[in-house]
């Protein structure tokens, strides 16, 4: 199968992929043995190259480690340079193995050396039930890093804001019952949105729940491609929907809060405030306050059906 990158209007960026047939190839003269056994040494000799790369990549890490510790410290968490890794894995991947599988290697190879560079665990609101939560986790995030579990998003943020670098994980739709969660991550240090998951967004996604990931504030190396906000409103505007999708933005969420209605959005970086003030404008109605809550990378989707 083979893969080609195409960007909207909107700049989130997709997969149009097509399947081309299988040269002939020199096997058919051979004794099918002999082709098994040479075969076998060739996967072999992949399987080492591969552990072989692995373990170097953790000796580059290590050296990171140590270059990290002479500047004191920083974040492991580089949100934006795994969103554009998996873009670059999404757009070159061809061949058998699924999309999925690859997918998952990567993301696990990542958040495992994230790990051990600085240890952390990850938080999950489980109030819409397990499953598909723990999936998202371990397809994201493997088996390394400790699964914490929590009844309803207020506890995932608590924990973040209390932990020395945890992430949290959360449905993006949380239904009626969740409130407005949105609010608990307005003040500047409150933990923030640092990502949107899956990265590659696709049919039949073996994790597709689409869920927000938090972290304390990034000092650097956030992606900001899509802006979240934050909006206090009297009360609601039935234009607002249709204001924010002219300017690319969209209602997330909105909840009743003690100042009337909170409402969360998602805008371009390229719109940003003043996109929202227009909405709000051209909705007729006006924010009492607004708050950047986090930000993510644009989404990339997949149009077409991964190899199997």
Known sequence: MHCRALASKTGATSLECETSSVAANSDADKDPQAILSELRVDIDRIDADVHRLLM????????????????????AFRPGREAEMMRRLAERHRGLLPLDTVESIWRIIIATFTYVQSNYSVHADISGGDAAMRDSERFHFGFTVPYITHQGAAGVIDAVARSSGD?????????????????????????????????????????????????????????????????HLERWRDGLPAALAKVSGEMIGNAADETGLSVLVAIPAKAGLDGVQSALTEAGTSASRISEVGSHAARFSFKGHPAS
């Open 56 to 75: 170097e990549r953790g000796e580059i890490i290590d050296r990171l480690i140590a270059v990290k510790a002479r500047q004191g410290g920083g974040s």
């Open 167 to 231: 992430l949290g994980m959360f449905r993006i739709d949380g239904g009626v019952t969740a409130g407005p969660w949105w609010t608990r991550l307005a003040d500047p240090a409150a933990p923030k949105i640092i990502a949107r998951l899956p990265f590659v967004e696709r049919p039949d996604h073996p994790a597709g729940m689409p869920v927000f990931v938090i972290a304390k504030p990034l000092a650097e190396a956030a992606a900001r491609e899509i802006l979240l906000y934050c909006l």
